[in-house]
């Protein structure tokens, strides 16, 4: 019996002591807390927003014609040149139609011929005889004056002169007729015409080099005039349409320097340059449907363009001040306090509250002067906990 309970009274004393490690290893250890550095750099000031990517060129290929598509040659990725083909459609009724108005032109050309023939044959006919009654009537008067022919002789001549400059008159109006045939002539030749434009558009192919992004159309569809069929341009010439906040806009000008990542954040995966920034503001409908106003910027992806794609949103932050060497911290290690602001140092393994004065922000950083040197450790959203001289340690994981 005496020696279970020497046991057991070892067992506890072995138990308090493990108890009273662990604790004292904790009161040495301290309160775990996120760190980072105070750094020395350049701080650049930056505008933030976000933005879709989009081919910088797109060419929309639209038919013109209607009809049975029979083959699409274009296919998505493909890079084609200018003049090669793209779609195709079923001539057959347009070729039917050309045949039709091509022999109806040839007809009207053969009448118009002939209709000339004979209006220019009558004209001449008619000349002559005026010529040959305007003769006979110089006589008959010559004759009437001396008395050799009668009265009635003299105006049976003077009605034959009428009658002939009459059948002049007849035949020139039948001039208008022929006129009437050229212009029926000159229709149907419109018509041919358009029907051998509208047989080559049955034919389409790309008007400049690039690449097909898209393709509307399949074989076997019918489509009629202004059915959108493909859209060219390149890949690898990416614009991004952003929106930032219209208080920034002022901010942005043409040439500035832009980093671009994903949604999802990370180191950039692109960079850029502005082209242009809109005068006219934006307004974007959220998911939600809450209505935002924005200023629109254009910019010009000048490096990465292999890891974007056109229809990626992204973010994008646009240098408008490159900056000045300055001691930086996050901004998530300053807090104002009684009117001050404030961070935690880490010295001798201890938060310091330590007095700063903030200046430029971006990025994430704040730029700080005061008791604190680059190369310190300081506490990256202080927990309530920490107060000044408490004990601290780096979270490890």
Not at 10 to 34: D, F, M, N, P, W
Not at 252 to 277: D, N, S
Request: charged share 25%; no cysteine.
């Amino acid at each position: 019996m005496l020696r279970r309970k020497w046991k057991i009274g070892l067992g506890l004393a072995v138990v308090i002591l493990t108890v009273a490690g662990v604790s004292l290893a904790g009161s040495l250890k301290g309160v775990v807390v996120e760190t980072a550095q105070v750094t020395e750099g350049d701080l650049a000031v930056t505008v933030r927003g976000t933005g879709e990517v989009k081919v910088q060129d797109l060419v929309h290929v639209f038919a013109e014609v209607g009809g049975r598509v029979t083959s699409v040659p274009g296919k998505e990725g493909d890079r084609v040149a200018a003049g090669d083909l793209l779609v195709t459609l079923d001539t057959a009724a347009l070729e039917d139609r050309l045949v039709q108005l091509t022999a109806e032109h040839q007809a009207l050309e053969t009448q118009l011929a002939e209709a000339r023939k004979q209006n220019r044959l009558a004209l001449e006919l008619a000349a002559l005889a005026l010529e040959q009654a305007e003769t006979d009537l110089a006589r008959v008067a010559f004759l009437h004056e001396q008395a050799a022919v009668s009265d009635s002789e003299l105006e049976a001549a003077r009605l034959a002169r009428d009658v002939a400059a009459y059948k002049v008159e007849q035949a020139e109006a039948g001039q208008l007729g022929v006129d009437t045939l050229v212009a029926r002539v000159q229709a149907a030749a419109a018509l041919v015409r358009q029907s051998e434009r509208e047989l080559a558009l049955a034919r389409v192919t790309a008007g400049v080099d690039g690449v097909v992004l898209t393709r509307t159309v399949e074989p076997g569809a019918v489509i009629v005039p202004g059915t959108p069929l493909v859209t060219l341009g390149d890949p690898g010439a990416l614009n991004i349409e952003a929106r930032i906040e219209p208080r920034d806009a002022t901010l942005v000008e043409a040439g500035q320097a832009v980093r671009i990542t994903h949604l999802a954040g990370g180191t950039p995966v692109a960079t850029g340059e502005v082209a242009t920034v809109a005068t006219t503001g934006l307004t974007i409908v959220s998911p939600l449907g809450v209505k935002e106003a924005k200023a629109g910027v254009e910019i010009r992806v000048t490096d990465g363009t292999e890891r974007l794609k056109p229809g990626y949103e992204v973010n994008i932050e646009i240098v408008v001040d490159q900056g000045a060497a300055a001691t930086v911290v996050p901004e998530s290690t300053v807090f104002r306090r009684a009117g001050q602001t404030m961070l935690f140092a880490v010295r001798d393994g201890r938060a310091q509250l330590v007095k700063v004065v903030p200046g430029r922000r971006a990025g994430g950083l704040v730029e700080i002067s005061g008791d604190i040197r680059a190369g310190e450790t300081v506490i990256v959203n202080p927990p309530p906990e920490v107060k000044g001289g408490t004990r601290v340690s780096a979270d490890r994981s």
